[in-house]
């Protein structure tokens, strides 16, 4: 059996879960987020979670479906969109897999401010940076260069795309909501073991994005070559 194509809601949904799920890496975060919000009751906790989601879908689909186009009317050429995309992919899930007790502490920087605060912090600090940073925004950009030329395959890709948005949205719903579980059925060890697993999927999808933008430059000078 063949593999889903990208024109596809299902191809899509594939090559954008797992990557966005490697770099928000939401059963990591619940370990902070546990930690940040220990001196707030259940019954916030459980609303913080709420909303966090809500945020952190309008955060996803908001890129995935607009950041490409963004750049490409600045003159952007989609393969050079991808090139720039999946090294920014490949980068990133590098220092993941190398380095993931800097990324936890990045992130519990981020974090941090939700302990000195008792205003909303739902959006900011806990959904903008900590949950969707610049990384996974820069991420959903990469993830949106890969969407077909032209047909009918557009809308289905971009319908894949705001599952997968929607699928991490419950993901860190759930993940946040039940921290406390989290923290017990894993620890610190097993999510960092966790997150160097999914690091190195991410890493995969960013060499694929570089191919595919490779592959369309390739294309590109072999028809000139041929005039």
Same mark, same amino acid.
């Given at each position: 059996m063949s593999p889903p194509t990208?024109?596809? +809601?299902?191809?899509a949904f594939l090559l954008a879960f797992p990557a966005l799920f490697s770099i +928000?890496? #939401?059963? %990591?975060?619940? *370990?902070? $987020?546990?930690e940040v919000t220990s001196d707030r009751t259940a019954l916030e906790r459980h609303r913080l979670a709420s909303r966090i989601a809500t945020y952190a879908a309008i955060v996803l689909v908001t &890129? *995935?479906?607009l950041g490409g186009f963004i750049l490409n009317a600045f003159g952007v050429s989609l393969s050079a969109l991808r090139i720039a995309g999946g090294l920014v992919v490949a980068i990133?899930?590098?220092s993941l897999l190398m380095q993931p007790a800097v990324h936890e502490q990045l992130k519990a920087n981020a974090a &941090?401010?939700?302990?000195? &605060? =008792?205003d909303d912090i739902a959006f900011f600090p806990l959904t903008m940076p900590f949950t969707t940073g610049p990384g996974t925004i820069a991420v959903a950009i990469a993830l949106s260069s890969q969407r077909p030329m032209s047909g009918n395959g557009i809308l #289905? $890709?971009?319908? %894949?795309? !705001? *599952? =997968?948005?929607? %699928? !991490?949205?419950v993901t860190v719903w759930l993940s946040y909501r039940y921290s406390d579980v989290v923290v017990e059925l894993l620890g610190p060890s097993g999510a960092r073991t966790l997150s160097r697993l999914v690091a190195f999927l991410l890493l995969c999808v960013g060499v694929q994005i570089i191919v595919t933008g490779l592959t369309g430059v390739a294309d590109v000078i072999i028809a000139n070559a041929r005039r």
């Open positions: 990208l024109g596809t +809601v299902g191809g +928000v890496n #939401p059963i %990591g975060a619940a *370990l902070i $987020f546990n &890129s *995935l479906c990133r899930a590098w &941090s401010p939700a302990q000195e &605060s =008792a #289905p $890709f971009f319908g %894949g795309l !705001i *599952l =997968a948005a929607v %699928g !991490i949205a």
